[in-house]
């Protein structure tokens, strides 16, 4: 035989509050979701850089020495590609003006990419000695600090998201508490338990956030599949490598799950609190 519910909230405080739990998870999945898309990106990005670096140098010596460097170690090397003048003109063709000497001063350039970090620093360490050497990791370090930036800032409106969800569901029980005042002090008297009145509570919280957190990961995917369709067309940089794995999206799953798992116990807290002072 099913057990009757002692509590019921009105329409109106009921709408409220699926409302409310609706946009919060909604907030909670966007924010975690964007951290998530962020991280992946970040680490992919490192990845895709972190074997790369750049050779450049403007002394004709020093660049045949360079060269001799780089094809000594060849058994540590993937691939190298010596930019041509006529490339280097192309890529500084917004800062050299036609006829202009500059061009003289190009340095020459290869670009390579190494089988391991060890090779990577190996050689690095004896390239440096005649020419310059800069990692892609190193250059792009700027674009992975930001990175790390906007992922602490989506976890911190996670935070406050997940804050809010827990000061909500707490004013929502003391105020169904209140509404049914009458109803506590009959259960108190015929001796009900704690438990039992607060597992009461429990089930229409639970219900109403299982239904609201539902609504707010519904209406979140979509957004968070329009935010990487629109950084992939990005095509270069860091955001271009924005994306959610299988794993990312089932932890986006299980949190509307945590969020109704922490509104019934937030409520079952609460409603005992309210009865111990009572």
Known sequence: ????I????????????????SLLTFLSV?????????????????????????????DNAKAEKTEKIITSNSDKIESVSKISTAQMQDLMKPWISGGSVLKNYLPQMWEIQFKTKDDLQTVGKQIS????????????????SAGWKMILMSSFMLILTLGAIGICISYIARNTAMLHRR????????????????AQ????????????????????APILLLILSTA?????GLMSAMNLSGTGWTTLLLLPVAIVIFAIWVTKRTTINILKHS
């Open 1 to 4: 035989m099913k057990k009757p």
């Open 6 to 21: 002692v509590f019921s909230l009105v329409r109106d405080q009921s709408m409220f509050m699926t409302a409310i739990m």
């Open 30 to 58: 966007l924010a975690l979701g964007v951290a998530l898309s962020i991280g992946t990106g970040v680490m992919r990005w490192n990845n895709q850089w972190e074997l790369f670096a750049t050779v450049q140098t403007t």
């Open 129 to 144: 000695e005649h020419a310059r050497f800069l990692t892609h990791a190193t250059a792009l370090k700027s674009s992975t």
């Open 183 to 198: 109803e506590l002090e009959i259960l108190n008297q015929i001796g009900a338990s704690d438990n039992f009145v607060a």
């Open 201 to 220: 509570m429990q089930i229409i919280v639970g219900k109403i956030s299982a239904l609201a957190a539902g609504i707010g990961f519904i209406a979140a």
């Open 232 to 236: 992939h067309t990005a095509r270069v």
